[in-house]
């Protein structure tokens, strides 16, 4: 696939003008960040493992009904993806107290909340995605009051699901974030879906026994280790082998190489449903 325009650059994906009307190309990076970038460093693998676990877990939350940007896997750093427009903001959902929350509220790290608890966050990197309530999303029109309730059903599923997917292999989701974007179909109908990506980098995972920290958590708090937590979680989903994909510190491009053709049968079946998708008159009619 030949490369093109590259539309936008972040701390740990590029996204490029895709091959086809209305997709794009994301290409993850080895870059690992913290603290809004002021922390930076390329750890060799990453972006393979991020890639991987990614379009897996959106496979997986794509077969329980909920729509994403997905659509396949291009080789061991690239996916082809729905092109939408991301609504800025970023939703983060709080299952046990870590991080931020520890700080502002005082709480102590793994603390289970009496329940989760969903927050918001202005996706603008000059101001350093400050939190936000819902009425300022809805005052300064980031998103109407239809797209915020479909947000949040969607991340309540996801949330259920994404939990007992983790148990079910042995880890803690603690927390995570998510980002959506809109859709736009032939009859002027926008669709809510899930964009950005699932992985370590943005869930805090932890060992259900340990509590080791399987996430960038490693990076932020320099516990080392960042490639072995990464490879553990493909593992336990069964992605990559037991014994990883890495070579004395560099990527076993034999083995990664192996891993580009992921959920091939189920993208397919995407395809078919999202083609679909825009070409039905919605059942609940949107303005644009």
């Given at each position: ?41 390329v ?8 890639n ?34 991301i ?9 046990i ?49 239809y ?21 079910g ?33 943005n ?6 026994k ?56 189920m ?22």
């Open positions: 696939m030949a490369r093109k325009n590259v539309l936008y650059e972040g701390k740990a994906k590029i996204i490029y003008e895709g091959p086809d009307p209305g997709t794009h190309i994301q290409y993850f990076k080895d870059d690992a960040t913290a603290f809004n970038a002021e922390k930076h460093d750890i060799s693998g990453k972006g393979v493992l991020n991987r676990i990614s379009a897996h877990l959106m496979s997986k939350i794509e077969a329980i009904g909920i729509p994403t940007h997905f659509i396949r896997s291009i080789n061991m750093r690239e996916q082809l993806i729905r092109a939408v427009e609504i800025p903001i970023e939703v983060v959902v709080r299952n107290a870590a991080g931020s929350l520890c700080k502002r509220l005082g709480l102590k790290e793994g603390q289970i909340l009496p329940k989760p608890l969903i927050e918001f966050y202005y996706k603008n990197d000059e101001l350093g995605d400050p939190m936000v309530g819902e009425d300022h999303i809805l005052t300064f029109d980031w998103a109407d009051p797209e915020m309730e479909e947000i949040i059903n969607m991340t309540w599923r996801i949330n259920d699901y994404l939990n007992g997917l983790f148990e292999i042995g880890l803690r989701l603690v927390d995570f974030k998510v980002e959506f974007g809109r859709l736009y179909g032939e009859y002027g109908e926008v669709y809510i879906i899930l964009a950005d990506e699932i992985s370590p980098d869930c805090r995972l932890w060992d259900a340990t509590n080791e920290k399987l996430d960038k958590d490693r990076f932020r708090l320099d516990l080392g280790g960042l490639v072995e937590a990464y490879q553990d979680v493909a593992a336990r989903l069964g992605l990559i082998p037991k014994g990883g994909i890495m070579d004395h510190g560099d990527i076993n491009e034999q083995i990664a190489a192996g891993l580009e053709q992921i959920e091939n049968e993208a397919k079946e995407r395809e078919k449903r999202k083609r679909g998708l825009v070409r039905t008159p919605p059942s609940k009619p949107r303005k644009l």
